[in-house]
């Protein structure tokens, strides 16, 4: 993985003059004044963990196993946001661990987590390392957070403790468990903890159709490791050739073949979490009435929890036949009532895609042909042989909303790149313009106004820039909007994009969509995740925090408000 | 509803002669010594609560909205278990709420608890009072539960927090908010919160496929209100002509038709849970990255947590059509092998399920016509618009098992009965006999182990009662087991069958299932759902519980170990 931007450095590949032309005329874009850092030269603060500390979980892992070099904290400073790249092209090594740690097994992991909860070491958990919402990120500004209100809460919490016991109980934990919550300000240093070593497979029931997986396997390796079954998890999201079936889990991921595969979470039945307080293992049968499924409360915890150590997911035979194929709708609105008819009348394809007008135009669906797109809105569809049985069908629906099939060359042409998009945005980096992805998803009603909230609120802060969008994901009761937004650099592109995204998160809370589809939330989406869920929905994720990581070392910053 | 057995009293029907002859011959069932007690004639402590109490809180419900008759504390007393029908018949009363509260709206219910955490009155919700696994009742040993030991915790938790907070603050909580929840021994009367007055849809929006319902709308209503609109929620349990929407929710409930429109937790996309330290509103799209999911951890909740006010449900097109079928499998395990490979070729019908050989012979699969079962195993498919179009794929399958079609008359039979069973009940219980339902799932692989596991308990605790099962949900990766036991009363039947359902739940614990597929927790699943989601899935619950609900009012007992 390119340490400052996307994948394979070999496949890396430079813009054509025809697309820089357009940059510059269309978009105002100029080339930056400085070029890229170079690894060597990313600013790092020194490391703080005590030696005492680094031999201590030597010990656990073996001592090739912590990592305390220039580049392997580079490497595991940041995710794949574009501010995560603007920064480290910048040379800002900011929220760097102090050291990488590897362990080889579940109960290394859990030695890991006793040592650091009692050294008070703070954990990110390193999956693929492919977050784009700040979700590996320890800032020195996150572990500081807490530190002027702390004293205040605890001396407060303490006071009223014994006229609470007195009266009725019914405040004082609030105060007390808050401050333990925030008892981060005292944390000696970071680690990142890389799952790269837990990457078996470890058992196949082709009974039931489940598969046991590590946290680290990469989503390729998987595929890989299920085919010797004939098995396929049918998970691909665009992060597919780094990302790690851990990360899957713990950020909620959803993938191109969702409309066939579902999303991620649909496809574990069965889960292992190590947390500093002990360990948890659920998942008995595919679906429970025993109490809460408590199942739901890890997936989407994104390491604020603990550590997902072991996955049972559901498994299906791999298909021997895949067909994609473009159709053109006269419009989004169209379009998206012709996507909702399939999925509440239950003929989803495995694949299911719809470009608005401007991403259809740029063609930004087909990344090595922009430019030459069409006019209206281009769909995709893809079917494998669980889905094939329906393609007459859908396209009958599709026809019904003046839709006109356009073949097989745009299916293929998108296939072909479906995971080249992250390589394109390190072009128009080094190019000068900033592009950024964002989703929100809501009820199919509420889509509209969802749309031009983003848009507009978009369109607002960064001048003239270029925003596409397009329905990635689809249910019977509403969708996924996916947009992306290509923009000229003005003054700090971090700051730029910052203010941005501040602006676009208020607009999706106050539209009434969710502020994160599948990307998770991270650092980048916590303060709108907080107004989503209400004041009594961030007290109840402080109190399991606080009952599973009482000192605060996981992923501080992240997730929690 | 009949206050000491299930539905309309004109319903219900005596055993004919030859099924009181075989209860006689086979299992040994003696008529009863005495027969059932009267309404009037139930036994039920004074009520406790202060009449200052009951006056604040007729002041928020009005007065006609507080009952304290005898009748009406009766009548809530407890759910439809056979223990509670037994207790009942046997005259006892206790359990009994000391009023019944109906709020009038999600404010008055917000009130209520408001009051009721104040004042330390324990609250549990009633829907359609048609829990089986005690989820209704407060006995008053749940209220002197935690007695003895809270002071201790208290002092314990007291003690340590200075030590803590200067070494770590990593112990204190637990101690604390240990015993913060436990402190419901000093509740001075509980009251059951009936919901039938909350019986409004609020919206339905034919866009999104939404319907936004008020909890206490019991399922044949919010079917005829949702037919106006010429839709349906596809939703039909066994308890269909009393359950309430709310209960379905609280109580993760699955009904017959899972197989083509999920379980009702599946139709939940938004709620608004009032709790006692404010209230939550979830749901803003299908699904979401934002975070674990926290409605599925409300949906579940039975209460223990706050009340749901208000359900954001996915409808669906009413269908046109309604097509039941019979089929007879060679055997149980070939019966099992052809519901597996239809759900996991994604080839489901909407009813799908799979009779025993025991419950095919004894036809309880069509209780109308007890003893005319044929050898084999008996399946049912039912198909409606949706699934119709898979009717010849379903039998390909089942006839490559073995399977020989019986035509539609098995399956109109079927439908005819299929709210009936309780009826049933209520004539074997007034024979002599005692009757009883109970359900686990598992992974495939598991279920035959599952299986043996429940009938040997089962065998082993009751002596030879008949033990009849069927396979009544489906999935990819595995199934639902529903048993039915019928056995002759020795001794006190309640005490009787406590002591076999101790056993039986041990040994599902033991093999692997879940403690409940679709019936829930209550106080009789308590210990055994402790031991499936191990000692840190209790805390997490607990800390849930003890932000959301830190006066421990919400159904204290159910739930939450």
Not at 201 to 209: F, K, R
Not at 225 to 236: D, I, K, V, Y
Not at 239 to 262: I, M, V
Request: charged residues 20%.
């Amino acid at each position: 993985m390119l340490w400052s931007g996307w994948g394979d450095p070999a496949k890396a590949r430079d813009l054509p003059e025809s697309v820089l032309g357009l940059l510059r005329d269309l978009l105002g874009v100029r080339e930056p004044a400085r070029a890229a850092a170079g690894l060597a030269d990313v600013r790092l603060a020194p490391g703080r963990l005590p030696e005492r500390i680094t031999r201590a979980l030597a010990a656990v892992v073996g001592q090739p196993h912590v990592q305390t070099g220039h580049e392997a904290r580079v490497r595991h400073a940041r995710g794949k946001s574009t501010p995560d790249l603007l920064r480290l092209r910048a040379g800002d090594g900011s929220g760097a661990p102090d050291a990488v740690v590897l362990p080889g097994s579940a109960a290394e992991v859990e030695a890991v987590l006793r040592l650091c909860a009692t050294e008070r070491v703070a954990v990110v958990p390193f999956g693929g390392g492919t977050s784009v919402v700040g979700g590996l990120t320890t800032a020195s500004h996150d572990l500081a957070g807490g530190l002027t209100e702390v004293p205040h809460d605890l001396a407060g919490g303490l006071t009223e403790v014994p006229h609470d016991l007195a009266g009725g109980l019914s405040a004082s934990a609030h105060d007390l468990v808050g401050g333990l919550s925030a008892a981060s300000h005292d944390l000696v240093g970071t680690i990142a903890l890389d799952l790269a070593r837990l990457d078996r497979l470890v058992e196949v029931d082709t009974e039931s159709m489940t598969a046991v997986f590590e946290p680290g396997v990469r989503a390729p390796e998987a595929e890989r490791l299920l085919a010797e079954h004939g098995l396929t998890l049918g998970h691909f999201p665009q992060s597919f050739e780094y990302a790690t079936l851990g990360g899957f889990a713990a950020a909620r991921s959803s993938g191109q073949a969702s409309a066939g595969y579902g999303r991620f979470d649909d496809m574990v039945v069965g889960l292992t979490l190590a947390t500093p307080e002990g360990t948890l293992d659920l998942g008995r049968a595919p679906r429970s009435a025993a109490g809460p499924d408590l199942r739901q409360l890890v997936l989407g915890s994104e390491g604020a929890l603990g550590v997902i150590t072991s996955l049972r997911l559901r498994v299906r035979r791999a298909p021997t036949t895949q067909v994609y194929e473009g159709w053109r709708l006269p419009g989004f609105a169209e379009g998206r009532a012709a996507l909702r008819e399939l999925a509440q009348r239950g003929l989803l394809p495995a694949v299911l895609r719809l470009s608005d007008e401007t991403e259809t135009m740029i063609g930004l669906a087909r990344p090595e042909s922009i430019g030459s797109g069409d006019t209206g809105c281009l769909a995709i569809t893809g079917y494998d042989d669980g889905t094939l049985s329906r393609r007459q069908a859908v396209a009958d629906v599709l026809t019904g909303h003046g839709g006109t099939p356009l073949g097989e060359e745009p299916g293929r042409a998108w296939e072909h790149g479906r995971f080249s998009a992250p390589y394109l945005r390190d072009a128009l980096l080094a190019a000068g313009a900033t592009v950024e992805t964002l989703e929100t998803a809501g009820f199919w009603s509420n889509l509209p106004r969802l749309y031009d909230a983003v848009r507009l609120s978009l369109l607002g802060s960064l001048g003239s820039p270029l925003v596409m969008c397009h329905v990635s994901h689809v249910y019977e009761t509403g969708a996924c909007l996916y947009f992306t937004v290509v923009t000229a650099q003005h003054g700090d592109p971090v700051e730029q994009w910052e203010r941005a995204k501040e602006s676009v998160n208020a607009a999706i809370v106050e539209a009434g969509g969710t502020i994160s589809h599948h990307h998770g939330v991270g650092r980048d989406h916590r303060d709108a995740y907080a107004a989503e869920i209400g004041p009594l929905g961030v007290e109840i994720l402080r109190a399991v925090k606080g009952r599973l990581d009482p000192a605060g070392i996981m992923n501080p910053g992240a997730l929690v408000p």
